[in-house]
């Protein structure tokens, strides 16, 4: 949706953040459709929405005002630099186990820190003064925390994971085959383990061995004045 978005709140380009919060939510209270039943007053609320949500992030607002309208009409996509971690992994789940180094021992990488957990999305239904005049509203959501008592590890409390005895903690196994045109070496996932190169005998009570457990959250989110229908936070 093409235009000058300082035109579309009426603010100037020198104008602060809160003078664009301020304008942004006069003309929202103005404009929304539930308010404003006249011609193109959905169409003008989704125009200042668009330029409320350029104007008020600094990066974003700088590519306007450098650029116009084409700065900021991929703003969201992400940039190259969220790729990196995940296209290694997805390269060494490829090709993990083919690579080979003195002896024949394979050269894999072990990925190393924390490792980001799943995405939690809620859809959230609003009353109309919640909508346009916006709140704080308390959620309750379920997720995955590591296991108090086992502290993650999915043993029972006393005992720890023992190394695998098929892939010998490798969480590899190699099969080799003869052919008319030599040896070939097959890597696959140790089928005991799963590939983690550890087995568990004495599983956690209260988690099953999974050394994760679901537990229920209370989550406060600021709902900003003016949202629209697809709003996401």
């Known amino acids: ?6 035109e579309i709140l009426g603010v100037s380009r020198s104008a602060d953040k809160e003078e664009i919060k301020r ?3 006069r003309l929202a209270r103005k404009y929304h459709p539930d308010v404003n039943k ?23 607002r700088a590519r306007f005002d450098r650029f116009g309208e ?17 296209f ?41 003064r919640e909508a346009v005049f916006g709140g704080e509203k308390e959620l309750r959501i379920k997720h995955l925390e590591t296991c108090e008592t086992c502290t993650g590890t999915g043993a029972k409390p006393g005992t720890r994971p023992q190394t695998c005895s098929t892939c010998t ?15 070939f070496t097959q890597v696959s996932v140790c089928p005991t383990c799963n590939g983690t190169g550890q087995v568990i005998e ?8 999974r050394g994760q457990k679901e537990v229920m959250k209370k989550l406060k989110i600021t709902i900003p004045a003016g949202v629209d229908n697809g709003t996401r936070l």
Request: charged fraction near 30%.
């Open 169 to 183: 903690g490798s969480g590899q196994v190699r099969r080799a085959t003869r052919t008319p045109f030599g040896s």
């Open 88 to 128: 290694a992994d997805i390269f060494e789940s490829f090709f993990q186990g083919f690579s080979t180094g003195a002896g024949g021992q394979q050269q894999g990488r072990r990925r190393s820190g924390p490792v980001r957990g799943d995405d939690l999305r809620l859809d959230l239904r609003l009353d109309f």
């Open 1 to 6: 949706m093409a235009g000058d978005y300082y």
């Open 202 to 209: 004495d599983k956690c009570e209260t988690c099953g061995g």
């Open 23 to 25: 304008a942004y939510r």
């Open 70 to 86: 084409a700065g900021v009409s991929g703003a969201g996509a992400p940039g190259f630099q969220d790729f990196g971690d995940s």
């Open 38 to 60: 006249e011609s193109g007053a959905e169409e003008r609320f989704k125009e200042i929405n668009r330029a409320y949500e350029v104007l008020s992030e600094p990066e974003t």
